[in-house]
T-cell receptor, first 113, second 120 residues
Framework: GESVGLHLPTLSVQEGDNSIINCAYS??????FIWYKQESGKGPQFIID?????DKRQGQRVTVLLNKTVKHLSLQIAATQPGDSAVYFC????????????FGSGTRLQVQP | NAGVTQTPKFRILKIGQSMTLQCTQD?????MYWYRQDPGMGLKLIYY???????DKGEVPNGYNVSRSTTEDFPLRLELAAPSQTSVYFC???????????????????FGEGSWLTVV
C-alpha cells in the first residue's frame, strides 16, 4: 500500500549544528507535503509545507527539499537549538479531495547542549 | 486565538463504556478530521468531514462514530470501549485551497492539543 516513512528514527545533534531529517514517500500521485513538529504531550505543529511543483522552500531557519525523482523529502534546520528537540513527522496528501494526510512514523531530534 | 479545541484532555474508560470526544474549531474551516496516535507511531485517520452534514471513514474507523451537525463541531463517539482504543486522539481542521499554485501555510491542517484515552 501507499506509505510515508522516515530513514532515521532518532537524530542526535549538537546545539548550533545543522540538522537534516529525511523522509521517503511511495505515492507518486501525492501533490502536497507538510513537516510537523510534535513536542511531548502536544499536538503536531505545522513547520513548513511544499507542493509537488516545487523543489525547495525556505522558512525561518528551516528548508524543505523535495526530490520527486526518488520520492524523497527532507527538512533542514539551521543552527539547531534545544527548543528544536521534538519528534518530526512528514505527511503527504494521497487524496486531495478529502484533504487528509498520511503520516510517517516520525524522527526524534535530540539536541545536545 | 482558540483554533481547534478538544475535550477532555484525559480520560480513563472501562471496557464496554461509551464516551464522546468533543472537538470545535473557530476558523470556519470546512474540513475536519479525527486522528489517533499510538505510542511511537504516526497519526492514523479515523474519520473526516468535508462540511456540515457530510462524514466519511478514514483508515481506522471501526469502533467509532462521528457527526457533523455544524461547521464548528465534530464529535467522535466511542460506543463500546476496548483496550485497543487506548491512544491519543487528535482533532484537526483545514480550509479549502490546496488546488492553487501558491503554497500557503493558511491552507494546512491545524491540530488540537490531543485527548489521552485509556481503556482498562
Amino acid at each position: 500500500g501507499e506509505s510515508v516513512g522516515l530513514h532515521l528514527p532518532t537524530l542526535s545533534v549538537q546545539e548550533g549544528d545543522n540538522s537534516i531529517i529525511n523522509c521517503a514517500y511511495s505515492n507518486s500521485a501525492s501533490d502536497y507535503f507538510i513537516w510537523y513538529k510534535q513536542e511531548s504531550g502536544k499536538g503536531p505543529q505545522f513547520i513548513i509545507d511544499i507542493r509537488s511543483n516545487m523543489d525547495k522552500r525556505q522558512g525561518q531557519r528551516v528548508t524543505v527539499l523535495l526530490n520527486k525523482t526518488v520520492k524523497h523529502l527532507s527538512l533542514q534546520i539551521a543552527a539547531t537549538q534545544p527548543g528544536d528537540s521534538a519528534v518530526y513527522f512528514c505527511a503527504e496528501t494521497v487524496d486531495t479531495g478529502r484533504r487528509a494526510l498520511t503520516f510517517g512514523s516520525g524522527t526524534r531530534l535530540q539536541v545536545q547542549p | 486565538n482558540a483554533g481547534v479545541t478538544q475535550t477532555p484532555k484525559f480520560r480513563i474508560l472501562k471496557i464496554g463504556q461509551s464516551m464522546t470526544l468533543q472537538c470545535t474549531q473557530d476558523m470556519n474551516h470546512n474540513y475536519m478530521y479525527w486522528y489517533r496516535q499510538d505510542p511511537g507511531m504516526g497519526l492514523k485517520l479515523i474519520y473526516y468531514s468535508v462540511g456540515a452534514g457530510i462524514t466519511d471513514k478514514g483508515e481506522v474507523p471501526n469502533g467509532y462514530n462521528v457527526s457533523r451537525s455544524t461547521t464548528e463541531d465534530f464529535p467522535l463517539r466511542l460506543e463500546l470501549a476496548a483496550p485497543s482504543q487506548t491512544s491519543v486522539y487528535f482533532c484537526a481542521s483545514s480550509s479549502l485551497g490546496w488546488t492553487g499554485t501558491t503554497v500557503s501555510s493558511g491552507n494546512t491542517i491545524y491540530f488540537g492539543e490531543g485527548s489521552w484515552l485509556t481503556v482498562v
